[in-house]
């Protein structure tokens, strides 16, 4: 008998995209964050190869303020391109209210203009679930995530008591006012994205290769994310950098090393 | 529509790019899983830079000695409990290969976060602790492997430096477990003799255990094999939706078991309605050069 060799890049795609099917199928009223980051970029790829070349949902992105001006740039040429319905949510009430980097600290600033935002915006269009491009191997709270998870009214993650998940049976209803976030990319490592992003040509923003010795490995907001000293100016360079390197992939955002367990403590409160 | 997954025979230990062994690392409350991966990781210099300092400081905080644990332990109730809650998945990869190792917990209360961790998983690593020796959960965890299809079995005995080394113990416990799993009709591949706080026999040959001529857990672990896909067995194919295009229906899903191919006829269950394949569809986005023109944005 005959057998198709399937690559690991094989496996996490397949894995993903009956994942978006799973949900889709599930839940009637879905969005799907959109940072305009290379892992965002990689979640709008898998959900037209799930769909067959459309995005069926909404892409939603919490725009701090604080955006890096390519990364806006990009935000309008993808939109185009890929024919999206983009909803754009600011926080605007806590702007006027004097909240910013200038004036607090980092974990204060992005509960405020990324969680709180996304309260907001669902509150107005009422998702019971949000797909979210998280992986396992960002941090050591989201190594214990599940497909499925649902948040609470209060956008809580209830981490201590999460539900089984096992033999592709997941949680798929949410309870009023509360969402499930359906997160595809778990499996996927930093430098699986990089090799799928290169495999399937998949664009993404300018900068994250090295321009004058420097790159940005994750992009978040521009006060508080530091780009690495670092020349990898193509795909290849950037794989062959992360498998030398022992540097983590979000070592250059503040917030998640403002305190001890800063990341748990946001995450609890339903940060993505 | 998405298909099982055949690894590739052949395995490019060079590349990151190569199927990962799923392992899943089981047994009794603090018998010494989450210490034993720590141990791994740090003693092949797997670890991120900084994440020994974290775990320093994290069990200053807690007053306590420094925990291989906490590594995988990360949660502030976990470090102060110094108890494993929910699995954890990490990736990590030798000379030979790229693995999954997957951390579940022992304690009995959060059987339901082993079981989700564990039936991820090609291969399991069971944890018994050389004093405590084969406990409640040794035994129930073996049992889930079993229901699970985990046939690849690794056994430890761990925290041999409270057991003085003592390859009569270690013996006493290899029996009794060996004898214990044929009731399961389960077989370890492998009894290993280790201390997972020591470093003795996890990633190096322990000197202190001459007597025994066994491989470390590290050279046992490159042993396993990546679980293949069924393609032997007759189709089966969960459906997950139907997507309409006009007249045409795509019939979205997943295969389980066996093969497909246009032409095929299949009989849809409950129903019993048979029907042909006219066509196997991927989506596949065109080509649109890269980088894209387009995009080409302003240096920062
Ligand atoms: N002396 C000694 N202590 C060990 C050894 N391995 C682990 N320990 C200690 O045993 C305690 C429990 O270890 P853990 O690794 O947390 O145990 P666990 O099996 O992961 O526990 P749960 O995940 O909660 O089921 C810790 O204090 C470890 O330092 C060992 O080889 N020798
Ligand atoms: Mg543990």
Redesign the interface.
Known sequence: ???????????L???S??IF??A??AFENIAMPWSMGKDSNVLI?LA??S???KVPFPVLHIDTTYE?P?ML??RE??TK?YNLNLIVKINTDARERGIGYETHDPVTVTHELKTVALQQVLAEYKWDALITGIR??E???R??E?YFSARNVQFEWD??D??????EQFVTSAAKGEHVRVQPLL?W?E??IW?YIQR????I???YFA??GKRFLSLGCSPITQ?IKSTAATIEEIIAEL?AT???ER?GRAQDHHE??AM?KLRAKGFL | MTDPSPQSAIQNPKSSAAVPLKVVFVGHVDHGKSTLIGRILHDTDSLPEGKIDMVKKACAAEGMEFEFAFVLDALLEEQKQNVTIDTTQIPFRTARRNYVIIDAPGHKEFLKNMITGASRADAAILVIAANEGVREQSRRHAYLLGLLGIRQILVVVNKMDLANYSEKRFGEIESEYKNFLVDLSLEARAFIPASARQGENVASRSEKIAWYDGPTLLEALDLLEVRKADVDLPLRFCVQDVYRFGERRIVAGRIETGTLRVGDELVFSPANKSSMIASIERWNAPGMGWPSPEIRLESH
């Open positions: 008998m005959t057998s198709t060799t399937r690559t690991h890049l094989d496996q795609e397949n894995q995209i009956f099917r799973e889709y199928h790829w037209r190869k769909f067959f070349g890096f390519e740039k990009f040429w993808a391109h396992r191997d941090d050591p709270t190594a214990k599940r981490y201590k999460q539900p089984p998940e096992f033999w499996d490592t430098v699986d090799r399937e040509n998949i664009p923003p300018q900068m321009i004058n780009p498998e022992k540097t983590t070592a001890r367990n748990q």
